[in-house]
């Protein structure tokens, strides 16, 4: 990485690191909202529904400011927090939680379809020769929604990359500290002469863009393919 500059190495660091815990700490629950979602009837599922897929139509600042009112250090659940000495506004941890419920959305999505397709009458089959629900998740319904969980784990990363608005409302723009890619092109593109960094950082951000959505449709094809026994 010698054509970049240090300021820009490290927001690009900084950026998978936030996009890697965003996404790594979103999967188990985007798995089972996805579960319920899909499989489970249940009073308030549209709502759950709903609050799941907001991120995806409010304004990003109007969800940074949520998060800031909600976990900021006077917060309601931020002052809670505070006390335990986990802080998340105006911290890297604070970018982690907001590219992750931004993009969480779309991995909630790529599972639930997955879970969808998959015929219910394998999973009884499986429930009728005694195996508990847990089993038969793991056994039967995890191994042929694994297309579906890489996709939206990989969608998911690539969204946490590209996440702005929320993360700079909610941890604003410090270098080092809450820097991403995002923020740092626009930092770049608001100083005289900032126009090559800025431009080396886009092409950054498209190249691993490009690079997660064909890697997304690799894997799940392959997965799909070793599943099927083809």
Known sequence: MEWLHPNEVQALLLSLK???WATLVSLPLGVFVAYLLA???FPGKQLLN???HLPLILPPVVTGYLLLVTFGTQGVIGA?????????????TGAAL???????PLMVRSIRLSLEAVDPKLEQAASTLGASRVWVFATVTLPMIL???LTGTILAFAKAMGEFGATITFVSNIPGQ???LPSAIYAFLQVPGGESSAFRLVVISVVIAMSALLASEILARRVA???SGT
């Open 18 to 20: 936030v996009s890697i």
């Open 39 to 41: 499989r489970r009837s």
């Open 50 to 52: 709903g609050i799941v």
């Open 80 to 92: 809670a927090l505070k006390e335990v000495g986990l802080i998340f506004a105006f911290r890297w």
């Open 98 to 104: 907001a590219a992750g419920i931004m993009a969480f």
């Open 147 to 149: 297309p579906g969980i």
């Open 178 to 180: 809450t820097q991403t």
């Open 225 to 227: 393919r070793r599943i």
